[in-house]
């Protein structure tokens, strides 16, 4: 879960995401050494040919914000398994609990570099948890493979290994920011959590915004109480706003919008991933009425492989999976597709296979990777709240 930092009251304090680290992170720093030094050179003979089960990991906040992430992938797997597997081999899948914290992260990171027969971790859903736990898959020569890591610093790096399937901060942001501007929204105030993911979304929206003619007239970091967001709205209000765009994640975010709503905000909200939740509804009430926010997955748009999908989901775990149940889904195929394009189950060559990857489709979408291991192709849709529940907008970007 994230945390908000309270505002300093000073125009410093409401900047001060771009570059403040705190004593936290820098234990997690020093943590980080401490698990690489222990994960060795990387030298580990993984996926060698006489290993009987091709192991996979899971990387997630399973407890807390799971989502249907695992359900995803391991239906993924019995279908793979039940074909066959992979190169003649089954796969198999280590799940462990990241429980959304960097110094758990890295000690889940460290667990599946000390095994030598994980090739692969899919995770982690965190962006500051997946940027230190990155470090230690790299050195151990294990591809990481994120559904939920959008932060632009997780693959500028140079490393090898690390993958991103979902768009980036600067692509969730641009595609936001088009919207903006097709809204004539000239003038948007950022309320953002200072963490990996809030400034990196924050920071890549005000540049975007800079380039198309939205203006970000306020940035702040937190609010202390009631009585600060609402001096915040009328602010807002005087500085001739057009709408607020919160860089947050659920649960949090639902809490700032049900408080911006008691603040009496009345204007729009737009929102990243980060709100691309069924819990928004439920939360806040009437408060998310209106906002739109960015996903990666559309149920509606009437593919037979999404159908599928779907009706196969649903028979096995009695519901309709989400966009991550959809990513877990996505990312176990994609990493066996790379297995059998590579004719290996050996990291180098699953990692050399997914940065040759070109347009595979998967049910969220299109993927090909960049040199960085970015995705840059996949679909991002826009969702509005109407009425309790979402509604896909007709333009979906991208």
Not at 99 to 104: A, F, I, P, W
Not at 110 to 121: K, L, M, W
Not at 241 to 250: G, I, K
Not at 278 to 283: I, K, P, R, Y
Request: net charge negative.
């Amino acid at each position: 879960m994230c945390v908000l930092e309270a505002r300093d009251g000073t125009e410093v304090g409401r900047r001060k995401g771009r570059k403040t680290l705190n004593n936290r992170w820098w234990l997690a720093v020093m943590l980080l050494f401490l698990v690489i030094a222990g994960c060795g050179e990387g030298k580990v003979d993984r996926g060698a040919a006489d290993r009987e089960d091709i192991v996979i990991g899971v990387g997630w906040p399973l407890a807390s914000r799971d989502e249907g992430l695992s359900t995803g992938v391991r239906l993924a797997m019995d279908e793979i398994n039940a074909g066959g597997g992979v190169l003649g081999r089954k796969l198999r899948v280590v799940s462990a609990d990241d429980g959304g914290s960097v110094t758990e992260g890295l000690a889940v990171a460290g667990r599946f570099a000390a095994d030598p027969q994980t090739v692969a971790v899919i995770g982690h859903r965190g962006s500051s948890v997946s940027v230190a736990a990155a470090a230690v898959y790299e050195k151990a020569g294990i591809v990481m493979l994120t559904p939920g890591s959008t932060a632009p610093r997780l693959t500028e790096s140079g490393y090898r290994y690390i993958f991103r399937m979902i768009p980036s901060d600067k692509r969730i942001s641009e595609r936001l920011v088009q919207y903006a501007a097709s809204q004539d929204y000239g003038k948007v105030a950022i309320l953002y959590t200072n963490d990996e993911y809030g400034r990196g979304l924050a920071n890549a929206f005000e540049d975007r915004g800079k380039e198309l003619g939205v203006e970000t007239v306020d940035r702040v970091d937190g609010y202390t109480d009631l009585g600060d967001l609402t001096r915040l709205v009328r602010e807002w209000r005087t500085l001739g706003c057009d709408a607020v765009f919160v860089a947050q994640v659920m649960p949090q975010a639902g809490v700032t919008l049900a408080d911006l709503k008691r603040a009496g905000l009345d204007m729009p909200i737009l929102g990243g991933d980060g709100l691309d939740s069924e819990q928004l509804a439920n939360m806040t009430g009437n408060a998310a009425e209106g906002t739109v926010v960015a996903s990666i997955f559309d149920p509606t748009e009437g593919r037979d492989d999404v159908g599928n999908f779907i009706r196969k989901y649903k028979a096995k775990y009695g519901e309709i999976p989400g966009k991550w149940a959809a990513q877990g889904y996505d990312a176990a195929n994609l990493l066996a597709e790379a297995m059998r394009a590579a004719g290996s189950a050996r990291p180098s060559d699953i990692a050399h296979a997914l940065r040759q990857t070109r347009g595979w489709i998967g049910v969220t979408g299109s993927h090909t990777f960049d040199d960085s291991g970015d995705v840059t192709d996949k679909p991002i849709v826009l969702k509005q709240m109407t009425s309790g529940a979402f509604q896909y907008l007709k333009d979906k970007g991208d």
